[in-house]
C-alpha cells in the first residue's frame, strides 16, 4: 500500500525558506506525477508544483520563481523547496501521487481529484 509522509513545515518570518519532504512507501511505479498542494483556511485546495516520473516540473504562477520542486529516487523522497516565504503562503501543504506522468501534462496537474495518494499535510504559518 502507498503512503505519503509529509513533513518540514513550521513557522517563518516573511521572506524567510522552508523545505518540505514528502517521503513515499510502498508500491512503487516507473510512470508518475507527483505534485503538491496547499489548503489555507476556507480555501479550495490550490495546485502548487508538480514533477513526474522524467523530471518535468511544473509550478503554479503564483509560486514561480520563489519555490522549487525536486525528486531524488534513490531516497523515495520529493521536496518543495520554498523561498521568499508570504503571508499568503500560509496553508496546510500536502503531497500526492497519481499512477500517470502524462496527468502531469497540461492543466490536469492542479486538478487534485485525478491524484489517488495523499499524504496527511504539513502546516506552514508565515507572519509579516
Known amino acids: 500500500q502507498v503512503r505519503l509522509v509529509e513533513s518540514g513545515g513550521g513557522s517563518v518570518q516573511a521572506g524567510g525558506s522552508l523545505r518540505l519532504s514528502c517521503a513515499y512507501y510502498?508500491?512503487?511505479?516507473?510512470?508518475?506525477?507527483k505534485a503538491w498542494f496547499r489548503q489555507a483556511p476556507g480555501k479550495e485546495r490550490e495546485g502548487v508544483a508538480a514533477?513526474?516520473?522524467?523530471?518535468?516540473?511544473r509550478t503554479a504562477d503564483s509560486v514561480k520563481g520563489r519555490f522549487t520542486i525536486s525528486q531524488d529516487n534513490a531516497k523515495n523522497t520529493m521536496y518543495l523547496q520554498m523561498n521568499g516565504l508570504k503571508p499568503e503562503d500560509t496553508a496546510m501543504y500536502y503531497c500526492?501521487?497519481?499512477?500517470?506522468?502524462?496527468?502531469?501534462?497540461?492543466?490536469?496537474?492542479?486538478?487534485?481529484?485525478?491524484?489517488?495518494?495523499w499524504g496527511q499535510g504539513t502546516q506552514v504559518a508565515v507572519s509579516s
Open positions: 510502498g508500491y512503487s511505479y516507473n510512470n508518475y506525477c
Open positions: 514533477i513526474d516520473s522524467a523530471g518535468n516540473t
Open positions: 500526492a501521487e497519481v499512477f500517470s506522468d502524462a496527468y502531469c501534462l497540461g492543466a490536469h496537474w492542479t486538478m487534485d481529484k485525478g491524484y489517488n495518494y
